[in-house]
């Protein structure tokens, strides 16, 4: 019945909003934590260095690495954790940026999950000094942020396959209608498809 598309259509759009308040709320968890962690590391990159060599003298790997690498290692970890929380938080380059969000957290938390288990160091310093978290504190945090990205890059490529199908949709319905004998209206509404405007856009563009 009428009442009951129209209602269909309704919870349609009401899980639509609560799925796009999660993976806003998710995204912006993200870039919060890694421009915090990023930047506290950034600000003192000796502490980050000490805490580098601490990680190295902990797994037996204190003398595997010139004596500049702990230092370069806190930099470029700081670098990257504050460029991906940039990138999170404005929508730059949103699903790389999560992937490579993801990527760190598949890494760190089993890695929290052993500090937390066998505390070969008192803390893990992702904030540095401005917010030292214990072991567990730090693999229960790494376990929310992990949730977080799944659940971002996840929305991203049901996004993708949502506007592929529509593109598909859209292709089939014009290819009845050159079939039915209208090609003007064919070639007219394919310039509307978003992958034929973005090779268009390409082409022009060179």
């Given at each position: 019945?009428?009442?009951?598309?129209?209602k269909?259509?309704?919870?349609?759009?009401?899980?639509?909003?609560?799925?796009?308040?999660w993976?806003?709320?998710?995204?912006f968890?993200l870039?919060?934590v890694?421009i915090?962690?990023?930047?506290?590391?950034?600000?003192?990159p000796?502490?980050?260095?000490?805490?580098?060599?601490?990680?190295?003298d902990?797994?037996?790997?204190?003398?595997?690495?010139?004596?500049f690498?702990p230092?370069?290692?806190?930099?470029?970890?700081s670098?990257i954790?504050?460029?991906?929380?940039?990138f999170?938080?404005?929508?730059?380059?949103?699903?790389?940026?999560?992937?490579?969000?993801l990527?760190?957290m598949?890494?760190?938390?089993?890695?929290?999950?052993?500090?937390a288990?066998?505390?070969?160091?008192s803390?893990?310093?992702?904030?540095?000094?401005?917010w030292?978290?214990t072991?567990?504190?730090t693999?229960?945090?790494?376990?929310?942020?992990?949730?977080?990205?799944?659940?971002?890059?996840a929305?991203?490529?049901?996004s993708?396959?949502?506007i592929?199908?529509?593109?598909?949709?859209k292709?089939?319905?014009?290819?009845?209608?050159?079939?039915?004998?209208d090609?003007?209206r064919v070639?007219?509404?394919?310039?509307?498809?978003?992958?034929f405007?973005?090779?268009?856009?390409?082409v022009?563009?060179?």
């Open positions: 019945s009428v009442f009951g598309l129209i269909i259509e309704f919870e349609d759009r009401e899980l639509h909003i609560i799925q796009k308040v993976t806003n709320l998710c995204r968890a870039a919060g890694f915090f962690s990023g930047f506290a590391k950034a600000v003192d000796l502490g980050s260095e000490y805490k580098i060599q601490d990680y190295l902990a797994f037996g790997m204190g003398t595997w690495f010139p004596a690498f230092l370069l290692a806190g930099i470029v970890l670098a954790e504050f460029s991906v929380g940039i999170l938080f404005f929508g730059i380059r949103k699903t790389t940026a999560t992937w490579l969000a990527l760190l598949i890494f760190m938390t089993p890695l929290t999950l052993y500090l288990l066998a505390n070969p160091v803390d893990c310093g992702c904030f540095g000094d401005a030292v978290l072991n567990w504190q693999f229960w945090k790494n376990i929310i942020l992990l949730i977080a990205a799944i659940s971002v890059l929305t991203s490529y049901l993708a396959q949502l592929a199908l529509d593109d598909s949709r292709l089939h319905g014009e290819v009845e209608r050159l079939k039915e004998g090609p003007e070639f007219a509404s394919a310039f509307e498809l978003p992958a405007s973005a090779l268009a856009s390409l022009f563009q060179n």
